[in-house]
């Protein structure tokens, strides 16, 4: 079985500051990880993805994130944040799993950006 | 990139009606694809997995003769959601398997359901 939890359901930050995404998986296989951002009423956009490359990836909009396997962690950063940034951010996972290549979501983080 | 398109963006029913929604992958073959429901500040449920040219896969608890999924062509998946109630009303969204630019998932923008 596979699983994904987002430590806090809403983050916020001023702008300009960095911003920190919570996420822990589990998985009993070598898994693909991903991060997904989605506006109100709107699909999901991929900001990045950790499919057994390197470690530190760097996704879109000044986005990365860093797989850590003996933490199960795959955080999301950002060094400084825009107002655009305000949005829904999930955390997903995706293994090779008796239920195929399914993949299972984060409850999600909201993140608020200030002024 | 690789792009689903889907349709309606938005749509009203009265209960007891069917509405239809539309995935397309319009750039590349998608021999599976995924029906997700997303209640009000709530993540993403996965309902079904659409299989090209055969029986949709639903997950526990889905009902099969309320969501109807076709999958006829590799390019195009249906959910249709048959008599419709008010508790049918969330938005759905749907998603392909895609190996364009390795390994991953391209969603649509989703379907806002609002059963009356």
């Known amino acids: 079985a596979q699983s994904v939890t987002q430590l806090d359901s809403h983050v916020s930050v001023s702008e300009g500051t960095p911003v920190l995404l919570r996420c822990n998986y589990s998985s009993s296989y070598s898994p693909s990880l991903f991060w997904y951002v989605q506006h109100p009423n709107k699909g999901l956009q991929l900001l990045l993805k950790?499919?057994?490359?390197?470690?530190l990836v760097k996704g879109i909009n000044g986005f990365e994130a860093e797989f850590k396997k003996s933490e199960t962690s795959f955080h999301l950063t950002k060094p400084s944040a825009h107002m655009s940034d305000a949005a829904e951010y999930f955390c997903?996972?995706?293994?090779?799993?008796?239920?195929?290549?399914?993949?299972?979501f984060g409850t999600g983080t909201q993140l608020k950006v200030e002024l | 990139g690789a792009v689903v398109s889907q349709h309606p963006s938005r749509v009203i029913c009265k209960s007891g009606t069917s509405v239809k929604i539309e995935c397309r992958s319009l750039d590349f073959q998608a021999t599976t694809m995924f029906w997700y429901r997303q209640f009000p500040k709530q993540s993403l449920m996965l309902m079904a997995t659409?299989?090209?040219?055969?029986?949709?896969?639903?997950e526990q608890g889905v009902e099969k003769d309320k969501f109807l999924i076709n999958h006829a062509s590799l390019t195009l998946s249906t959910l249709t959601v048959t008599s419709a109630h008010p508790e049918d009303s969330s938005f759905y969204i749907c998603?392909?398997?895609?190996?364009?630019?390795?390994?991953?998932?391209?969603f649509g923008s989703g379907t806002r359901l609002t059963v009356v």
């Open positions: 998603s392909a398997r895609t190996d364009r630019g390795g390994y991953g998932y391209t």
């Open positions: 950790y499919t057994s490359a390197a470690t």
């Open positions: 997903a996972v995706s293994g090779s799993t008796g239920g195929g290549n399914k993949l299972t």
């Open positions: 659409s299989n090209e040219g055969s029986k949709a896969t639903y």
